[in-house]
């Protein structure tokens, strides 16, 4: 079984961006805490 996620092209800015399925169905965030870091976090889609 393989599974597929798709990260919004905005990734290298910092800010959240969605993170989708193959069904473009959003099933989380990801936040890039800052675009001079590698720092991030990772949220299911009630960002918790």
Known sequence: MENEVFIAYNFFSAGKTEIMNADQ???GHLDLKSAFSSSV????????
């Open 25 to 27: 169905q959003v099933i």
């Open 41 to 48: 976090a990772i949220y299911n889609e009630q960002e918790v």
